[in-house]
């Protein structure tokens, strides 16, 4: 089994609650409380296995109470496939109220075919908040639309039939990009609820591999080497309190170097386990022009007394690269780069955000192949792992941030934001392709101690990259990230200009531009020849990316649309775009 991300392990939805949305974790205790008891489990199976779990969900509509017991009848539900939004939706003219609620759905599968010493559900997204129930036990919990997150089912998993029920809080909750007062309407982009992305059944042994980060260093250094951190999960004590762990770096078939350390462990719970990968040799380095990509495989071995021990491989994709803001200029691998990119929203006609693996790449191939893009900001939240996918392969840098847009909500809502970071950090942090973290939310004030724990947090997750976040001031004063990043929507006799960066540090215009209505950050006069028009929108677009190579700025980020994204007060003209660093 490989896993892409660490896993957030919960045992009920007590040990969460204060997560969540006050209503959710009401429903949740109140689940707990009418739970049915622990089934015996069958014998262990040692093989590690995973299993596509997005087909066969049934859709229930609207929650309604005692809905997710397993012997409710749901007869009457729709078949569906995920990844899945629970109202339809057409080209524009989105309503928010459609989505908004608390929504049902069921799965249904055999307990044979999944045994195992542990079994776990993977959810990619769900939008917004969720509660897991498994035959009516209450399994765990989610606050948040945009990060994966596990849950742990062997303990009430039966032989037979099981019902897996999600309970899905789709209304305009207390979780980052939610919570302004004044509802769904604050926000430049929409947010349709539902399993809106992938969901992976995992089975495997009692000590696992919970994450790998894989993190080159001294790239382009002849003793560059990759340090390898090993998250280990451990539900017994292993034979002599040993687990075995080796790593081993390939390229394609080919083991360039290997490592192999030992793990104490003493009791269940959670370790880390470092190692180092030396004499790896010559490499070549990944660049949107070669995107050159390597695997390290990791296995965790152990044994167990009077028993059966069991193995865990895992296996993570990097790319040999350096990526650095200065003050002079954007470095990739030691040589100065120009950066084009755009922004993006991952909003799909008649879709929502609930697209599959296909248009998410077909994203990447447009931006890397029709519209010759080097870098994307993932505005303003962690997007689909696909669409990444697509980015390290086809040399697509990446600015990622977590979820927000202009608000800053109360010590609840900073607490889910600080959790936001950490998780997409770690969620993504082994992709070549993601060269800064976006570590303030889109466009909020200033909140210096707020922001440093965030930066600190990308530090001590990563610390192989640089730190950035989107404002509308123009000063360092009161500042707390690496690259100073503006959204610089400056206007001279109607034609878009940029500000003289701002002296001393790093500086990425991370929009300009731009397209939202014909009030906002729009150029639209109506005959041919002038900026509104498609060839004067073409050459208005392109002109801050001129004026900023011909300076140390990082390039214009500006919005494309691809595939359009409709808006509620403007149909098809949000956007779905990559951001561009220039220097």
């Known amino acids: 089994m490989s896993v892409s991300r660490r896993s957030f392990l919960v045992g ?216 390898i951190q090993a998250a280990v999960n451990a539900a017994v004590v292993p034979e002599r309190n040993t687990a075995t762990i080796t790593a081993a770096l390939l390229d394609g078939t080919r083991v360039l170097a290997a490592a192999t350390t030992t793990d104490e462990i003493t009791g269940t719970g959670a370790s880390t386990v470092s190692l180092t990968i030396g004499e790896i040799g010559p490499v070549t380095y990944w660049s949107p022009e070669n995107p050159k990509l390597y695997t390290v495989q990791t296995t965790l071995s152990y044994g167990r007394v009077g028993g059966q021990g069991g193995a865990h491989t895992v296996t993570t994709t990097i790319g040999f690269r350096e990526a650095v803001f200065t003050e002079g200029g954007f470095y990739l691998n ?91 950090v770690i969620r993504d942090r082994n992709r070549p392709s993601v060269v800064v973290w976006g570590t303030r939310l889109n466009e909020t004030a200033t909140y210096p101690v707020l922001y440093a724990q965030a930066r600190q947090i990308a530090y001590e997750c990563d610390g192989s990259r640089q730190t950035a976040g989107a404002v509308v001031f123009h000063t360092t004063a009161v500042w707390a990230e690496d690259v100073f990043s503006y959204d610089d929507y400056h206007v001279v006799d109607g034609e878009p200009e940029l500000f003289p960066p701002v002296p001393g540090v790093p500086y990425l215009v991370s929009e300009s531009v731009g397209a939202l209505n014909p009030t906002y950050r729009w150029f639209d006069p109506p005959s041919p020849g002038t900026p509104g028009s498609w060839p004067g929108r073409a050459s208005t677009t392109t002109r801050p990316g001129g004026t900023a190579r011909t300076g140390t700025r990082c390039a214009p980020p500006g919005w494309s649309t691809p595939s359009g994204c409709p808006s509620p007060a403007q149909p098809s003209t949000c956007r779905r775009s990559i951001p561009s660093p220039q220097r």
């Open 12 to 227: 009920g939805v007590l040990g969460v609650a204060a997560a969540l949305g006050t209503s959710l974790a009401l429903l949740a205790r109140q689940l707990s409380s009418g739970g049915r008891p622990q089934a015996a489990g069958p014998p262990p199976v040692r093989e590690p296995r995973s299993y596509d779990f997005s087909q066969g969900w049934l859709f229930g509509g609207r929650y309604v109470t005692g809905a997710e017991q397993p012997g409710y009848d749901d007869g009457g539900f729709e078949n569906v496939t995920l990844p899945h939004t629970v109202t339809g939706l057409s080209w524009d003219n989105w309503d928010y109220a459609s989505w908004e609620g608390v929504w049902i759905y069921r799965k249904h599968f055999a307990g044979a075919a999944v045994t195992g010493p542990r079994v776990l559900v993977t959810f990619d997204g769900v939008m917004t908040n969720a509660i897991v129930v498994l035959n009516g036990w209450t399994a765990g919990a989610h606050a948040g639309g945009y990060l994966p997150w596990t849950t742990e089912l062997n303990s009430h998993i039966t032989d037979g039939d099981n019902v897996l029920a999600v309970i899905v809080d789709a209304r305009w909750l207390d979780v980052p990009p939610d919570a302004d007062p004044s509802g769904p309407s604050s926000m430049d982009y929409l947010q349709p609820g539902g399993i809106y992305r992938d969901v992976t059944l995992h089975v495997v042994p009692e000590i696992y591999l919970e994450d790998v980060f894989a993190c080159p260093q001294n790239v382009l250094s002849a003793d560059r080497d990759v340090k």
């Open 334 to 424: 030691g040589g100065r780069y120009k950066i084009f990119g755009l922004n993006r929203h991952q909003m799909f006609p008649c879709l929502g955000m609930a697209a599959p693996a296909r248009l998410q790449k077909r994203d990447a191939q447009i931006l890397k192949n029709e519209l010759n893009c080097n870098m994307v900001r993932c505005s303003h939240y962690p997007q689909s792992p696909h669409f990444l996918d697509a980015c390290d392969e086809l040399g697509i840098m990446v600015w990622e941030e977590p979820p927000g847009w202009g608000h800053m909500g109360d010590a609840a809502f900073q607490a889910g934001m600080l959790r936001d970071v950490r998780d997409m």
